[in-house]
């Protein structure tokens, strides 16, 4: 049986993965959008076509330690369209920061999930039967980044091998 488009969870991240936010005056990178006086936030080069690839093969959660409304933001100027969406008040805190519990993601109807996130250390109890857990390299402003393409293609690697 082919695998279906919904066969497929994308759970991902956005600081250093899909963005980046820098107080510095600027950077290489697009900017997205002013958040407030001094933060500021980069759009990581290829975020778009890359969302947009994932949207083709699977569904797409996002799961962020930022807060709700930083996050809304990021979601909007990217066209992300979210299935469900978890922020910094869905994470436990723990050792002084923030972890995402992947209990609370609903998986249920899926039979892949994958995580796509520059600290997969952040994540507790993941059912790592089902999961692949992508590791991304952190993003911090460089217009030159090409991590997204390389992703990409890997996840396409993955695809054609998919029953």
Request: glycine letters at 4%.
């Amino acid at each position: 049986m082919k695998k279906t488009q919904a066969d497929t969870l994308y759970i991902l991240d956005l600081d250093h993965t899909l963005i980046y936010g820098s107080f510095a005056p600027s950077e290489s990178a697009k900017l997205l959008f002013q958040h407030n006086k001094y933060l500021k936030v980069y759009e990581r080069p290829f975020a778009r076509e890359f969302v947009r690839f994932i949207q083709e093969h699977g569904e797409v959660s996002e799961y962020t330690s930022a807060k709700a409304n930083y996050a809304k933001t990021i979601i909007n100027r990217l066209d992300i369209r979210v299935k469900e969406t978890f922020t910094r008040r869905r994470c436990l805190t723990k050792f002084n920061g923030y972890k995402k519990d992947f209990r609370i993601m609903n998986t249920s109807g899926f039979s892949k999930v994958i995580i796509i996130d520059d600290s997969p250390n952040v994540w507790m109890y993941v059912d790592e039967k089902k999961v692949e857990m992508i590791d991304v390299k952190r993003f911090f402003g460089d217009s030159k980044d090409k991590e997204l393409l390389e992703i990409c293609s890997e996840l396409k690697g993955m695809l054609k091998k998919s029953p």
